[in-house]
């Protein structure tokens, strides 16, 4: 295999490398018990880094692909779903915050399954890759303090906030693909403050 080959190879690699990840930090996290899943947050925290590596050498080497540009998204929703479902079912996260990150995927998921047949390609924005990051950061703190430990919940509620913000500028880049509106790409837009 050439050089050029292995390179493009390599991100969706890390991006499938992420979604097989995903029994194996359920194990730990369910082998940890009631205590600092140390195992569990170290291994979503590796996860996380796999999401940054992977779109930044596809970016670095000139290999974005198709794939890519949806299971990579993916990936980040499966793993942190996972998480959600995990720590809501052992009652370490609250149940609100919870529940708001499965729905906003879901949809999210099921809105693109309905409009990519019309030519939708979804493009995540930076408010996406920050609430995706927070969310890592957020739930991995919580994986790792002990059960109760307040100040990982905050963070994990400004990451439930951004998500949120993220969720709603998808929602408006959809409404306008459907409706033929302007350009989706909204961080080419002027403000309207």
Known sequence: MSWAELRRSIPNALTIARFAAIPVFV???LEAGDGA????????????????????LARRWHVESAF???ADPLADRLMIGTAAVLML???????????VILGRDVLLVLGYRI????????????????????????LGLVLVTPEGTGWPVVLLWVGVALSLGAGAQYALRAWRHTHGGRDSRLEHEPSED
């Open 68 to 70: 890519g540009k949806v």
């Open 27 to 29: 194990w730990l996290y």
């Open 115 to 138: 409009l990519s047949p019309g030519g939708y390609e979804l493009e995540v924005t930076f408010l996406g890759k920050l609430a995706t990051w927070v969310l890592y950061a957020s």
């Open 89 to 99: 079912a052992t009652g370490r996260i609250p149940v609100l915050a919870g529940l």
């Open 37 to 56: 899943a140390w195992g569990a947050g170290l291994f979503f925290a590796a996860a996380a880094l796999t999401d940054q590596l992977d779109g930044y």
